[in-house]
Each structure stands twice: as C-alpha cells, then as structure tokens.
C-alpha cells in the first residue's frame, strides 16, 4: 500500500482543483483549473456545465500524467461545492440549462411561494427556505428553461449537485449519486432520516426521480477508467465538510473557512442540534453512524474583493495586507453581497459604504471590506455563544485565511486566539484522508494540515466592544435604508 496514491478532486466557485497525496498524506502532484462564473444580471450567477467538468477532467488527467513510475491510484475523492444545481440529459449527458451557482438569488419568488413555514423547513432540512439552496431553482429552471422541462416530461432529467454530475461522468453514467452532505444543500433532505422529504419534493414540484441515490459519505461511488486506469471512488462530501477532516476537528471544536464565502462551524458530534438563525448540517456519515455540524454563513468573503476590483478598485489579493496597513481613514462597509446570512437571513439588504470622505484611498475601502468580513463573522459566533455554544479557540482555514490583517481583526472583536492552518488545499487533504482511511490506511500521522502559531486578540476588552457596538450602529442604519 505504501505506493499507492489518493488523488482528491475539489470542485469550487472559482477553481477546479486535483490533488494527488501518496500513502503518508504528502503532496505529489496538484492541478488548476480556473471557473467562469457568468453574472448576466445583478443577483445571478451561473456557471457553464459542460466547462466545470472540462476545467475538472483536464485538472484530473494532469495529476494522472504527473506521478511518478509505479505509483497506483488507490482511491479517488469526490469534494465540490454544494449548493450550485446541475441539469442534465440521462441519456447523452449533456446540460440542458445552466448550473445555478449557489450565489444566485433568481428563484427568489419560487422560494416565497412554497406553501411551508421557515420553521417547517428549518426542522426538516436545518436549512431555511431561502433562493440559494437548489429547490427553487429546479422550480425555476423546469419553468424557463423548455429543454429542461421536456427532459423530465420524457423521464431523461437529472438534477443534482456539482459532486453528482462530476460522479456520473466520471462512471460514464453508471452512478448517479451523492451523499447527505451534498443532498442537504437541495433544500430536500430530511436531516433526521438522511433520506429525500415527501412533502418537500411535493411542495417544490420535484420528482424523486430526477434526484441522485443517497449513500454514504465513504461509500461505493463506482469505478473511473481512463487510458489504463481504473481507480474506485470511494468519497463523495461538501467542500466545507471535506476541510473539516483535514483539520482534525472532532466533536466540541470550531473552525472559520474564509473563501468563496465564509462559514463558522461547529462539530456537535453525534448530537443533532436544531438552533433558530443558525444551519444544522450533516457531517460525515459513514455505514458506522452520522455527525452533525452547527454552521454559520457569510454570503460574500472572497466575492467582496473580486467586487471591489470590478469597481475599478484594482489590488490583488497579495496587497491587501499592506493595504490595510496603509490605512488611515477606514471606511464602513457592510458587504451584503446576496443579502445577510446568519443569523439574519436578509436578503434585502445591499452592500453599504459608510464614512467616504475626500481623504478617503484605495487601502482604506480594502480595510472596510476586511472589517466588515470579520465583523459579520462575528455577529455569527457570538450569536452562537448565546446559545451555549462556546469555543475557546477557533481554527481557520481557506485562501483568505493568508490574510494576517483579516485574522488579526477577527482575533481581536471575537477575543478569542485563532489557529490558522498552513495547508490552503484543506478540501482536498480532507477528502483524501477520508478515501485512505476507508482503504485502511493508518493515517494518524498523515501530514494534512499544521497549524502555524496562533494569532492572539492585541485590542483590549473593552476597546473591542466598543468596536463592535459601532459595527452594530452602523448594521441598524443600513437595515432601514431602503433595498
């Protein structure tokens, strides 16, 4: 077994990534590729189908051309994105509609017409009923797109997440599948049964039919082939839930993962807490038994400076440290990119700039965006503390995690240390640990992710409360302003 390799795909809002690691959990071989996300409109993002599994397979086909002699695939792990919805033909595999990123807001009316109460929906799924998740936008989609509605009427439609429709091509349509923690994000699932919902599937016209197999997170996903290989699947999991394993966190520990969007999640074991304004969400499930995560998003991290460059306000994403540091007249800046997640869920509210001026300069509106970031975060842990769930110190993770300016404001308005992780390739080290501990593998000493030394509060007590009543002055002035 010590030859063999465990090659990891991470499939995401802006790169498809492969990431082959051998029997030690060591890097050998990595591939990018990058993703297009298409904005035809304010609130609309969409991804091109047949490009995400081509940027996917050309990332998979370098790694396979990159190890080295004698090395042989042991296992292959499926992480992705969650809650973008592909539509596609059973037949010939082609797309039939665009892939509706989860940052797209359209199914906005679908989702307010579905005759369930948030409660109702929040008890079920540990979601809410929101136009991010993928039920409203299969309503959607089958309502405006005519070769998407024909598919189904002929019984040749398939919908499900990116992780689904990578699987299916990757088995030449022999699996069509997923697991719970990719289901979830339809919006469909049953938490507690880890099974699709009757009255859901009812109440937003969707045919059980048209949906991926529900297995387990470590489970049979078929077989891969290619120019002589033939490598199991043997993993399908959400990104965010994938990095978790690569962070070694267990039952009580708390992470950030600041990318595309940011998420704080807390590992509840195997005890499933439902908590108003907060997501309950599936952890790993193996043939074993289930976890369960209580989770937090912010709808714009990465985003927002992708947003700012759009502007005209150029800087990569290397400068903002020095930026921030160059500062002198920060700005406030409510970076309601696709309205507010937790624990608000306001999806009226628009970005917001506060406190512009003549003096004001590139670094300062780069300080504000960093600000506001931290600041929502922070809304979501203390939130989360006022319900008895309270760490003492939070890992972090994603490519903005670099960002010694942003952890250091996160440090300081949450008082709490941060254990930043040097490993940016967190969901794929994640996925492949999970496919070679199911191959047997002792993976104890595995070289996932190292922590690098932890980022303590340097503002005192109370200056950071006062810091933080001012962020939350600021959030109430731009809650009355109109939409």
């Given at each position: 077994?010590?030859?063999?390799?465990?090659?990891?795909?991470?499939?995401?809002?802006?790169?498809?990534?492969?990431?082959?690691?051998?029997?030690?959990?060591?890097?050998?071989?990595?591939?990018?590729?990058?993703?297009?996300?298409?904005?035809?409109?304010?609130?609309?993002?969409?991804?091109?189908?047949?490009?995400?599994?081509?940027?996917?397979?050309?990332?998979?086909?370098?790694?396979?051309?990159?190890?080295?002699?004698?090395?042989?695939?042991?296992?292959?792990?499926?992480?992705?994105?969650?809650?973008?919805?592909?539509?596609?033909?059973?037949?010939?595999?082609?797309?039939?509609?665009?892939?509706?990123?989860?940052?797209?807001?359209?199914?906005?009316?679908?989702?307010?017409?579905?005759?369930?109460?948030?409660?109702?929906?929040?008890?079920?799924?540990?979601?809410?009923?929101?136009?991010?998740?993928?039920?409203?936008?299969?309503?959607?989609?089958?309502?405006?797109?005519?070769?998407?509605?024909?598919?189904?009427?002929?019984?040749?439609?398939?919908?499900?997440?990116?992780?689904?429709?990578?699987?299916?091509?990757?088995?030449?349509?022999?699996?069509?599948?997923?697991?719970?923690?990719?289901?979830?994000?339809?919006?469909?699932?049953?938490?507690?049964?880890?099974?699709?919902?009757?009255?859901?599937?009812?109440?937003?016209?969707?045919?059980?039919?048209?949906?991926?197999?529900?297995?387990?997170?470590?489970?049979?996903?078929?077989?891969?082939?290619?120019?002589?290989?033939?490598?199991?699947?043997?993993?399908?999991?959400?990104?965010?839930?994938?990095?978790?394993?690569?962070?070694?966190?267990?039952?009580?520990?708390?992470?950030?993962?600041?990318?595309?969007?940011?998420?704080?999640?807390?590992?509840?074991?195997?005890?499933?807490?439902?908590?108003?304004?907060?997501?309950?969400?599936?952890?790993?499930?193996?043939?074993?038994?289930?976890?369960?995560?209580?989770?937090?998003?912010?709808?714009?991290?990465?985003?927002?400076?992708?947003?700012?460059?759009?502007?005209?306000?150029?800087?990569?994403?290397?400068?903002?440290?020095?930026?921030?540091?160059?500062?002198k007249h920060p700005v406030q800046l409510l970076p309601a990119l696709g309205g507010l997640g937790a624990p608000y869920w306001d999806f009226t509210v628009s970005p917001v700039w506060a406190g512009l001026s003549p003096a004001t300069q590139k670094a300062d509106l780069v300080r504000g965006a960093v600000d506001g970031i931290a600041l929502l975060l922070a809304d979501i842990v203390f939130y989360a503390e006022r319900y008895g769930v309270k760490s003492r110190e939070i890992k972090v993770a994603g490519g903005l995690s670099k960002s010694r300016a942003l952890l250091q404001t996160q440090a300081d308005i949450l008082q709490t240390q941060l254990l930043p992780c040097a490993e940016a390739?967190?969901?794929?080290?994640?996925?492949?640990?999970?496919?070679?501990?199911?191959?047997?593998?002792?993976?104890?000493?595995?070289?996932?992710?190292?922590?690098?030394?932890?980022?303590?509060?340097?503002?005192?007590?109370?200056?950071?409360?006062?810091?933080?009543?001012?962020?939350?002055?600021?959030?109430?002035?731009?809650?009355?302003?109109?939409?």
């Amino acid at each position: 077994m010590n030859n063999k390799i465990f090659i990891a795909l991470d499939q995401g809002s802006s790169s498809s990534r492969a990431l082959a690691f051998d029997a030690q959990g060591r890097l050998v071989a990595r591939a990018v590729r990058g993703v297009d996300t298409r904005r035809p409109a304010e609130g609309l993002a969409e991804f091109d189908a047949w490009a995400l599994l081509a940027g996917q397979l050309e990332a998979l086909f370098e790694v396979l051309k990159q190890l080295p002699p004698g090395a042989g695939a042991a296992a292959l792990a499926v992480a992705s994105q969650r809650s973008t919805v592909v539509f596609w033909d059973k037949q010939t595999g082609r797309p039939l509609a665009p892939a509706l990123s989860w940052q797209d807001g359209r199914a906005t009316q679908e989702a307010e017409q579905v005759p369930l109460s948030q409660e109702e929906v929040h008890r079920w799924t540990g979601l809410y009923k929101t136009p991010f998740y993928s039920a409203p936008k299969i309503t959607w989609t089958l309502k405006n797109h005519p070769q998407a509605a024909q598919a189904a009427q002929a019984g040749r439609l398939c919908v499900g997440p990116v992780a689904s429709y990578l699987i299916w091509h990757l088995t030449q349509g022999r699996t069509f599948a997923c697991d719970p923690t990719q289901a979830q994000r339809t919006l469909l699932l049953d938490l507690s049964t880890r099974a699709w919902h009757e009255p859901l599937l009812s109440a937003f016209g969707v045919q059980r039919s048209w949906l991926p197999e529900i297995k387990h997170t470590v489970d049979d996903y078929g077989v891969f082939e290619h120019e002589g290989w033939r490598i199991p699947i043997r993993v399908c999991i959400g990104d965010q839930q994938a990095a978790l394993q690569a962070l070694r966190m267990g039952p009580g520990g708390a992470c950030i993962n600041y990318g595309t969007g940011a998420f704080f999640m807390c590992h509840t074991g195997t005890e499933c807490q439902i908590l108003p304004g907060l997501l309950t969400s599936p952890g790993v499930d193996r043939a074993q038994g289930a976890e369960y995560l209580l989770e937090g998003p912010v709808n714009a991290c990465g985003t927002v400076f992708t947003w700012l460059n759009a502007l005209g306000i150029s800087f990569a994403t290397e400068e903002v440290d020095a930026l921030c540091a160059a500062s002198k007249h920060p700005v406030q800046l409510l970076p309601a990119l696709g309205g507010l997640g937790a624990p608000y869920w306001d999806f009226t509210v628009s970005p917001v700039w506060a406190g512009l001026s003549p003096a004001t300069q590139k670094a300062d509106l780069v300080r504000g965006a960093v600000d506001g970031i931290a600041l929502l975060l922070a809304d979501i842990v203390f939130y989360a503390e006022r319900y008895g769930v309270k760490s003492r110190e939070i890992k972090v993770a994603g490519g903005l995690s670099k960002s010694r300016a942003l952890l250091q404001t996160q440090a300081d308005i949450l008082q709490t240390q941060l254990l930043p992780c040097a490993e940016a390739e967190s969901t794929a080290a994640g996925a492949a640990l999970l496919a070679a501990q199911e191959s047997g593998l002792d993976t104890q000493r595995w070289q996932t992710v190292h922590l690098l030394p932890a980022v303590q509060p340097q503002l005192e007590p109370f200056a950071a409360e006062e810091r933080y009543q001012q962020w939350h002055r600021f959030l109430a002035w731009c809650k009355q302003r109109p939409a």
